[in-house]
């Protein structure tokens, strides 16, 4: 029987709209074919073992990392759910070395979408969960197009962000500043149904951190002490999935300490400002949460680049502040 509190994702933006008189339509409209563009990769990845789409392209992505065959259908999907819609300036991906500019067909809209379209794609092939990541942000520029400049604004003035998870659910959950709220996929009706409506990062947090810890030797002495008093006196747990978005997941239901930090061999570590960080630390932050490079917000970070990478220290505050005062010995 339909119980009468079910709120789809349509049903949600939609009222979420209706909080603001000024608003024209085009933000839910984007959010709207965002979700499709999820639903399109869920159904997808979810065969990924039933058919002939697994294994490796044979490119390389522009960060020199083998790409899979699901990467490439994910960001067709992201582009070709976006580009024509004229709700879209212009957009980034993390498989694409360049802007992605919305063709001279089409009419372009107001607002720029960096996106990671599978994230954690190594581990499609042993069915781990992956993810898509979303930022929004509004053109800046004067032009009628978006240029580079659009894209390269600082997390703070995000006007959205999300992820997709394809777990043992697909769920999305995204804020537009006004709270983090996440939705559940229902397969059989095809409907993204709310199912954790106003996210807070719990209080007290688990205490668990989660990093690569194979990288010992790489890291810093103060990463080092970082991660050996978490383990020994302040008594942590420790979690680490390898997939950015399961491991910010788990972390912003839990709480916890994410980390990818610095180190020898990667300077700046190996997560994508744009793509990854600015739009979980958005997301994080409107959760509770804190979000920084072990020194300054993420979100205050002013980009260079399209591709640029930042080191991460996500999670509960407490957690990251602590992290800071071992950083700061360095
Ligand atoms: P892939 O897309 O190549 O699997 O990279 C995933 C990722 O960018 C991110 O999802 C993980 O948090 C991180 O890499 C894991 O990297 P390590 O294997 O170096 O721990």
């Excluded at 390389?60 to 070709?80: F, P, T, W």
Aim: proline fraction near 5%; aromatic fraction near 8%.
């Amino acid at each position: 029987m339909l119980q009468s509190h079910v709120v789809t994702i349509s049903r949600f933006l939609v009222d979420q709209q209706r909080l603001h008189p000024e608003a024209t339509g085009a933000f839910t409209g984007l959010l709207h074919d965002i979700a499709l563009a999820a639903k399109l990769i869920s159904r997808e990845v979810t065969k990924a073992g039933l058919v002939d789409i697994l294994g490796s392209a044979d490119e390389e992505n522009v960060h020199g990392e083998q790409v899979q065959k699901l990467d490439l259908y994910a960001n067709s999907v992201v582009i070709r759910a976006l580009d024509h819609t004229g709700l879209v300036a212009c957009m980034a991906s993390e498989e694409s070395e360049g802007l992605i500019p919305i063709p001279e067909k089409f009419d372009a809209g107001e607002y720029v979408v960096i996106f990671d379209p599978l994230d954690g794609s190594s581990n499609i092939d042993v069915n781990v969960s992956i993810g898509t990541i979303f930022s929004i942000h509004r053109k800046t520029s004067k032009g009628e197009r978006g240029v580079l400049e659009d894209c390269l604004q600082p997390g703070r003035k995000q006007v959205a962000a999300g992820y997709v998870v394809y777990g043992s659910s697909t769920m999305l959950v995204y804020t537009s500043g006004a709270g983090v709220h996440g939705f559940t996929l229902d397969p059989s009706i095809g409907e993204f149904l709310l199912s954790h409506p106003l996210m807070r990062m719990p209080e007290p947090p688990k205490k668990v951190y989660s990093i690569n810890e194979a990288y010992y030797r790489r890291w810093s002495r103060a990463q080092q002490r970082l991660v050996t008093h978490l383990k020994t006196e302040a008594n942590f747990g420790s979690r680490y999935i390898g997939s950015f978005v399961a491991d910010m997941h788990r972390t912003l239901l839990q709480g916890g300490l994410f980390m990818y930090p610095a180190d020898s061999e990667a300077p700046n570590g190996k997560l994508r400002l744009l793509y990854e960080a600015s739009p979980l630390a958005m997301i994080l932050e409107q959760a509770g949460g804190r979000a920084t490079d072990g020194h300054r917000d993420i979100t205050s970070i002013e980009p260079e680049s399209l591709h640029q990478r930042t080191p991460v220290y996500m999670g509960s505050r407490e957690f990251v502040e602590m992290a800071h005062r071992f950083l700061a010995e360095e």
